[in-house]
Each structure stands twice: as C-alpha cells, then as structure tokens.
C-alpha cells in the first residue's frame, strides 16, 4: 500500500525567507510520481510541481524546488524568497506507475508574516 | 483550460436524506475521482473511475456509492446521509497516466453539512 506522510501540521515564516515542507512516502513501485498541491482559503487545489521517480535532477518550477531523496523516501517542497500569497495549506500527493489514483498527506498548513 | 464543475457549492441535509454530488468535467478525460477533505485528515479517496460504468473503491467507500454513465459526468451518493458525512466534497478529473507527471484537476469542492 502507498502512503505519504507530512509530519508538518503548521509551519511560519517570514517573508523573502525561505521554507521547507517536508514530506515522506511509502511505496514498494519501482515507479511512481509525487506531486505537490497548494490550497488558499478560498479552496481551490492548485498543481505545483512534479517529480518522477527516475528523474535524475530535482523538479524546480520558478520559486518551488522539491528536494527528492529516493533513498530516504523524501520529497520536500522548497519555497524560495516566500510571499504573503504563499500563506495556505500544502499537500503532497503520490501515484504509482499500475495505477490513476492520487494518494495525499494530511497537509501543512504555512503562514507567511510579514 | 480544464474545467471541472461541480453543481453545488454548498448543502445543508437532513440525517437520512439521499444526497447527490454532481461532477462534469470538459476535457474528455478517462479518470474521475471523489475525495473528502477533512481538517487534519488531508485528502481521502471515496472512489476513482476509469471509464465509463467503471468504478474502484478508494479507501473511504462505505456509506457512499457513485454512478458514471456518461464519461463527462461523475456523481457521487450518500443513500443516507449521517452526521459524520458532513465534509468538504473534492470533484477531480486526469487523463490516465500512472507515474507520468499528467496531473490531475479539482474542482471547486462541495461544502456539505448533515444536520
């Protein structure tokens, strides 16, 4: 069975800092995905970024990094020089090659002050 | 862009009442899910389907049901609704893919109370 798991419950931190989500999952697939979500207050899940398994080099989409240790079972999402938009919850999400489903954590919530 | 829609933003039942979620999505995608997101719970998957009246449980199934005659339409059912269904309801919709990085679209979720 696959599992992720965000040790996370709530994170601060101050704007134009940087921050670390961290997250950690569980699988026997030789192939699978992650993939990390941002959901603001109004709801919306917006799409991050991806990671395959057998991708040589860390996945980076503008200010989100994601620090994946396959040895470790780690997919940590990096955000850069953080914004006062960055404040909502973050999930990370996992599926395995044999099948469609998308499988989360239990989220982070982050703050970002000023 | 993709759109999934779901037709209620947010409900109030009645314990025992048979609910239904509706879920249209518009890019003709095979893969259609239901979670429900619960504080401190993240993201649960009720069901998943991948074709048309094709259906696999998810990891929270019981108390719910779902129906896909229609590949762009995913319903969701409470036969009976109970106090503890009350939940935000998430609508998402992908093009298979497996392990690629096809991701995967939500909704706007369904906000239901069970009174």
């Known amino acids: 069975a696959q599992k992720i798991t965000q040790t996370q419950p709530g994170m601060f931190v101050q704007e134009k800092e940087a921050v670390t989500l961290d997250c950690t999952y569980d699988t026997s697939d030789q192939s699978y995905g992650l993939f990390w979500y941002k959901q603001p207050s109004s709801g919306e899940m917006i799409f991050l970024i991806y990671?395959?398994?057998?991708?040589?080099q860390n996945a980076t989409e503008g200010r989100y990094s994601l620090n994946f240790q396959k040895a470790r079972k780690s997919a940590n999402l990096v955000i850069s020089a953080s914004q006062l938009g960055d404040s909502a919850m973050y999930f990370c999400a996992m599926r395995g090659a044999n099948t469609d489903k998308l499988i989360f954590g239990t989220g982070t919530r982050l703050q970002v002050f000023p | 862009d993709v759109k999934v829609t779901q037709s209620s933003r947010y409900l109030v039942k009645r314990t025992g009442e048979k609910v239904f979620l509706e879920c249209v999505q518009d890019m003709d995608h095979e893969n259609m899910f239901w979670y429900r997101q619960d504080p401190g719970l993240g993201l649960r998957l009720i069901y998943f389907?991948?074709?048309?009246?094709?259906?696999e449980k998810g990891d929270i199934p019981e108390g719910y049901s779902v129906s896909r005659e229609k590949k762009e339409r995913f319903s969701l059912i409470l036969e009976s609704a109970s106090t503890n269904q009350t939940s935000m309801y998430l609508c998402?919709?992908?093009?298979?893919?497996?392990?690629?990085?096809?991701?995967?679209?939500f909704g706007e979720g369904s906000w239901l109370t069970v009174v």
């Open positions: 389907s991948y074709d048309v009246k094709m259906k």
């Open positions: 990671q395959g398994s057998y991708d040589e």
């Open positions: 998402a919709s992908s093009t298979r893919g497996g392990a690629g990085g096809n991701t995967i679209y």
